[in-house]
């Protein structure tokens, strides 16, 4: 791969994304037929368009509703070669992968090959339990529903500067976890609700320890029984490569400026575990979700395990890797993720038996001034979807 830096301003952005449209009426995906006239299409796709318009590169979204499947993409994939995003490439699912492992972690549940209330030292290998302090008061659905008190790797200053000045190098689980080694817990076991990717990735050596290999694992439970062909964890960064994946576009500099980050993406998301990892279509992403909440992959009972939610400033925030909020007021249930340089939203919305995601590829986890529109519309994307 090229690494030359790109850097583009809003204005090239805006003159490209009039020359890159696509509408989902040639898309057929096996039986799934898609509803061309669904009565949202006008208004999402306009929606979708303003965002393009506005500094995103390009935004793809996916509609499954009592009108049928819709899916729709607007702007770029790349924008130096000026090529579409369709709704056929892949998207970084980022933190939504979470859902993907507490899935895995509560199979084993269901066979009882682990405890949700038993502590995270019974299946951990013992060297992984000395880098947690009080690792014997954290039990697995701490982990699950982050009430842990255990840091953040995130927040060592060493991982940043080593993942964007040496984005070749190659993680392993333990790798991130070293990153807290012997760091004091934030808050009691248990106490409260604090969202921490190092949770997630201890998830992932703690189904390592009992099954051999995590990714197989959820290969095997959730990827081939919902028959997602176009799911993949893990995968190396070459063969992540050759996928149909639109590059990834970052603000650096919070200037409105941006910069094509995709080696640092795909290198960054081929070696993450548990807490991300993910990359899939649109329509596959709603595949995985629908299929959780039909119960295909969990029975009823721990399905309800996992929609036992933690409360935060009394109201439900989190269960067990799924997530509970409010849009527009209106009850979800579903994940979000975020990256160097992508974004999605996966949501379920009972009242309206509404299933969408939406994924972009520019950046959200650090500020930008093209954020501050791009939140607007987003508002005005939900209220048309709900309305």
Do not use: C, W
């Given at each position: 791969m090229k690494k030359t830096i790109f850097l583009f301003v809003c204005t090239l952005i805006l003159a490209q994304n009039n020359q890159a449209q696509k509408t989902s009426s040639s898309l057929k995906k096996g039986s799934i037929s898609i509803?061309?006239?669904?009565?949202?299409?006008q208004k999402v796709s306009k929606i979708l368009k303003e965002l393009t318009q506005n500094g995103c590169p390009g935004a793809s979204i996916a509609?499954?509703?009592?009108?049928g499947w819709w899916l729709h993409s607007e702007g770029l994939a790349s924008l130096e070669e000026n090529e579409p995003l369709t709704d056929n490439h892949l998207h970084y699912l980022q933190s939504v992968a979470k859902t993907y492992m507490a899935v895995a972690v509560l199979k084993l549940y269901e066979t009882g090959k682990l405890q949700l209330d038993n502590p995270i030292t019974q299946y951990l290998d013992s060297?992984?339990?000395?880098?947690?302090?009080?690792a014997n008061e954290i039990t697995v659905r701490m982990l699950l529903n982050h009430t842990s008190g255990i840091s953040e790797y995130n927040f060592n200053p060493n991982y940043t500067a080593t993942l964007l000045q040496h984005p070749e190098t190659v993680f392993k689980g333990e790798d991130?976890?070293?990153?807290?080694?012997?760091?004091?817990?934030d808050f009691e076991p248990g106490s409260r609700y604090s969202y921490r990717n190092s949770n997630y990735v201890l998830l992932s050596l703690i189904v390592d320890k009992i099954t051999g290999d995590h990714s197989d694992f959820i290969r095997k439970q959730i990827f081939e029984p919902l028959n997602l062909k176009n799911t993949y964890y893990q995968i190396s960064p070459r063969k992540l490569k050759s996928k149909k994946l639109p590059n990834s576009y970052w603000d650096r500099y919070s200037d409105g400026v941006l910069e094509?980050?995709?080696?640092?993406?795909?290198?960054?998301?081929?070696?993450?575990?548990?807490?991300?990892?993910?990359?899939?279509?649109?329509?596959?992403?709603i595949l995985f979700l629908k299929g959780l909440l039909e119960g295909k992959l969990l029975q009823e009972n721990t399905l309800k395990e996992m929609m036992t939610w933690v409360m935060r400033d009394g109201k439900p925030a989190y269960g067990l890797g799924l997530a509970s909020n409010e849009i527009a007021g209106e009850r979800f249930y579903g994940h979000s993720g975020g990256g160097l340089g992508a974004g999605c939203e996966l949501r379920y919305f009972p009242d309206k038996n509404l299933y969408m995601f939406i994924a972009i590829n520019i950046g959200t986890v650090t500020d930008s001034p093209l954020h501050v529109k791009l939140v607007d519309i987003r508002e005005r994307l939900y209220e048309t979807l709900l309305e």
């Open positions: 509803n061309e006239n669904h009565p949202k299409s509609i499954l509703d009592n009108n060297r992984v339990s000395q880098m947690i302090q009080r991130y976890i070293g990153y807290i080694k012997g760091k004091p817990l094509n980050v995709s080696f640092v993406q795909q290198q960054n998301v081929a070696y993450m575990v548990g807490d991300d990892g993910i990359v899939t279509t649109t329509q596959e992403a």
